[in-house]
Every structure is written in C-alpha cells, then in structure tokens.
C-alpha cells in the first residue's frame, strides 16, 4: 500500500477553558409566554401529532390530551375539546 504524507499536528501546551462558564435562562413569566410558537414546533416535529401526550393549562381549565389538529386562533384536542390559543396559560409534554 502506498505511504500517506504526514498531516502538521500543532501541540496544545496550555489549558483550553473555553467552555467553562455557561448561562442558560428561562422564564415562566405567562405575560412573556407564547403558545403559538410551541405548538408550531410541536407540528414541525417528526411523526404525528396526535402521539405526543400534553398537559395544556388554560385560565379556566387543565387538559390531558393530545392536539389534533390547528386551525385560525384555536386547537382542537383528541377528547374533542376546542382551546383558543390566546387562553393557554402552559404547555408541557407528560
């Protein structure tokens, strides 16, 4: 077989700390709180909608379900339940 030529390899003589401080956030501030975008994710996702378990708290009501499908301004639920949009308070999958 025929001989390679050797490839430069520069020597690391100090300490490489590049990463050592990181800062993740979050807010659950509901004022902030934009379902839309979550539920746009979820449908970008792979494989179908109707699979994912959810827990959608509303300001009258809490539903363990799972979304159908979106249309205008509201989601429609496997358990038959229609949510407007604008009345989810939080989204969080089981």
Known sequence: ???????????????IANNDTVYYCTSNDSSTYDP???IDSLFKE????FNKALLIKTKDKTYD?????????SIYTLSDDVIKICDIVSIERK
């Open 65 to 73: 379900t799972a979304i159908i499908q979106k249309k205008n301004d």
């Open 46 to 49: 792979g494989g179908h909608i």
């Open 36 to 38: 839309l975008s979550l």
């Open 1 to 15: 077989m025929k001989e390679l030529p050797k490839i430069y390899k520069q020597s690391i003589d100090k300490k």
